[in-house]
Structure formats: C-alpha cells, structure tokens
C-alpha cells in the first residue's frame, strides 16, 4: 500500500472506503492480493452490468486483438465500429422504433453530456439548460454545472453557470408536481428564467440517492418540453444498459426523449466508450465541432457489439434482470420493515436500488460492516445516507442472496441486535466481527 500512498493524488476516493489491493476479478467476485473473495455491489459504479471478466466478451476481444485488429482510429470508419452500428441500430434502436444519430464523444459521460448541452444549444440558440436537484451529470465543467451536489461544484474554482436548477420529483413531497412549477416559470414573462434550450434529466438519479423520476411526472416533463420549444435530453449513463429492465430507463414511461447520453455499461467489459443519440435533425454540427482523440476505441466497439448480440436479441435478459429485481424488492423491504422504525425507506427499481438509511453516518457503518465481511457496496445521496445496490446484471441467485444477507447482517450488528429504533445521529458501536 506504501506506493499509493507515496505517489498517488490525495483525490482518490473509492481506494479510502475499501483499502485493498485487488488483482483479480471474474463475473460478480473480486479476490485481493491476500486471496480474500468479495461480492462485488458497486460494478465500477455501473460500468460492468455484465460483469467481471465476461467470458464471452473476453474471448471475442481477445480473437480481436490476436488479428491485430484496429485499436484506435479517431472518428475515422473501421470494421469494429461499423459492426457495433449495425448491431446496435438493427437490435436496440429499430425494434423500439427509434430513429436517431449516433454521435461518438471522448470515453466518458461527462463528454457525452457536454456534447448533449453543446448541440441543444447550437440548435436552439439559446444557452440556459434546465437541470434537477440532486442531478449528476459529470464533473467537466459544463456538466457540472448541471450537477447540484455541492462537494463537487466547490471543487470546481469558478463560478458555474448556463443552467436553471429545478425540483425534481418528490422533492417538495409527494402531493406536488413539479413539473408545473417549470411549466408556470416558462409561462411567466416575469419569472426571471429565460426560455431554455433543454432540460436534462435523469429518470433515476444514481449519485444523488436513488431517487426514482414516476411515470406520470416523465410524461408531463415532456408535455412541458414540447409545450415550450425545449429540447428533452435524458441521461441514460448510470440508469440504462439494462439497468432497470428496460435497455433505456425511460422506456416503461412511453417518453420520446430528443437526445440521450450513454456509457458506462455500453462497452461491455468495462472498456471505456461514451455516445450521444440524437433526432437527425438535431445533428447540426460542424465537421469536428466536438471532437476528442479517444473516441474512437474500438476494443469496446467489439465488446460492446458482443454484449448487444448476446444479452439485448430477446427479452430474456430483460425478464431476468426484472426477476431479480423483483427479489432484491423484497429483501430490502424485509430490511426497511426491520429496522429503523419506519424511518428507513426502499429506493429504486429493477436491479437500481437501495436503502434510505436517512443517517450518512449510520450507512457507512453498514457498508464498512458489509466490506468486513466479504461485500463491496458504495452509499449515495446528499449526505451519504442511501445504500446503494448496484451489482452487476448477470450476478448469480446465490450471490445475490449471500450479498444481500451480508447487508442484513450489516444492519443486525451496527443496531447490535438490541432493538428496531433509529438514531440519525449515527450513535452506534462499530461493527462487531
């Protein structure tokens, strides 16, 4: 451990809340130089829905590599891209009725987010976006001025701007909608707020705690959106790639969104690629207007074409993913049921879910209880205070229990097993091993 300590940033972060040295990994398990297992509930932060290590991404990119296959081109057309394509518009996009571009940005989310807001604006020409509580979009610049967690925008040394920031659903309860409280402000003349170019949304927001967008209120946020000559842009890179059910998140609410980001999850095996898709005739830029030396990775064009043509060909993997979800609902509600005197809540939907601890510092004793014994999950939220499932996909039953009971026996040993009450003051015992 000296080494890192010695050499590496002080901004590291996931390194402090499991302080090992892992060196090997494979579907759901991750083993530590020590030779200890560990059930893996965090996935890269949702970059590896399908896995460690997937067996059949491996050996096809490993046939790719062995034949000296194009690594890195830019933008230019290659046989990798061009197939991953032709995979993802026959499989994904032309079956849901969706036609749209596909824009390759730099690897990352962010990157697909500031070209999102960067096109939104070329179009329109206006600049303000409209971005929601507890959003996280990223930490370059412009898409963190969309986030509203503020440990992130005080990082930033400047003042952000360019966007409106909105409640998002649930956020001034349960009995108000806040959709018409955007539609009013864009209606008002006198409200202060200009006409935006967009809106970006999250149908689940991740980072900022799990919370779930309902139906109704995505329906009436695009209501809204048309009603007023405003771009909808759904960021899909935590939520999609299956991780409700759906490819999309947003698909159970019927919504037509104009531009959706992806990555994560998107390359398959963890290799970094990120995508805008967007209405044709929002695909007005210029030759290179956005551009990035790395977006074009054709490692993950092959990995991610391999995970299209295996999991997304039927709805097999979809119904699986809903099962387990299904199981993980009522796991957690036992939990909720258990614990915290009503206080606690479930979060979540399909395999994108976890437990309103309402305490920062009581959901890190569990999670540092549940590390102890062989689990790695992560929290979230304003505070902390949500535990945060998010294994990957193709996690086998067993282990979705086992992870699943070490989380239980988390709760049973940071409450000592004495009593169902809840001190949001966090004033507990550590974890008793």
């Keep these: 451990m000296k080494i890192f300590d010695d050499v590496e940033s002080e901004v590291q972060s996931y390194a402090r809340s499991f302080p090992k040295v892992f060196c090997r990994a494979k579907n759901e398990l991750l083993w530590d130089q020590e030779g200890n297992e560990y059930i893996d509930f965090l996935s890269g932060a949702g970059a590896l829905n399908y896995g460690h290590n997937n067996t059949l991404f491996k050996e096809t990119l490993l046939a790719y590599i062995q034949t000296d296959g194009i690594t890195h081109s830019l933008d230019m057309h290659t046989k990798a891209k061009g197939e991953f394509l032709q995979a993802f518009n026959d499989i994904v996009l032309k079956p849901r009725n969706m036609n749209y571009v596909v824009q390759f940005t730099g690897p990352t989310g962010t990157n697909a987010v500031e070209a999102a807001m960067k096109i939104a604006r070329k179009v329109t020409g206006r600049q303000m976006i409209v971005t929601f509580t507890n959003g996280f979009h990223g930490v370059s610049l412009g898409a963190l001025a969309a986030t509203g967690n503020s440990y992130h925008r005080d990082a930033a040394g400047v003042t952000l701007n360019g966007t409106h920031r909105m409640p998002y659903d649930g956020y001034l309860g349960k009995n108000i909608d806040t959709t018409d409280y955007l539609d009013k402000t864009l209606s008002d003349s006198s409200s202060g707020i200009g006409m935006p170019a967009a ?98 990775n054709n490692l993950a064009f092959v990995t991610a074409k391999a995970a299209i043509d295996h999991y997304w060909s039927d709805d097999n993997f979809s119904q699986d993913i809903l099962r387990k979800g299904n199981y993980i609902s009522a796991r957690l509600d036992s939990i909720v049921n258990q614990y915290g005197g009503g206080n606690f809540t479930r979060r979540g939907r399909g395999m994108f879910q ?57 709760f049973k040993e940071v409450f000592a097993e004495e009593g169902n009450s809840l001190d949001v003051k966090g004033n507990f015992d550590t974890c008793r091993t």
């Design 199 to 296: 809106v970006i949304v999250e149908t689940l927001q991740g980072e900022g705690g799990i919370n779930t967008a309902s139906v109704e209120w995505l329906r009436n946020l695009q209501a809204v959106c048309r009603k007023h000559g405003l771009l909808l842009i759904v960021d899909d890179i935590q939520a999609g790639c299956g991780r409700t059910g759906d490819f999309f998140s947003y698909e159970n609410a019927g919504i037509e969104p104009d531009i959706i980001t992806l990555s994560k999850s998107l390359g398959g095996y963890g290799l970094p690629i990120a995508l805008v898709l967007m209405k044709p005739e929002l695909d007005q830029w210029k030759p290179g207007e956005h551009n990035g030396t790395f977006r074009g």
């Design 354 to 410: 976890g437990i309103d601890c309402v305490s920062g510092e009581l959901a890190g004793k569990i999670t540092r209880c549940a590390f102890e014994r062989g689990l790695i999950i992560e929290t979230s939220g304003a505070d902390d205070q949500v535990i945060k499932l998010l294994c990957p996909l193709t996690i086998s039953d067993q282990n979705l229990e086992h992870g699943i009971d070490i989380i239980e026996i988390g």
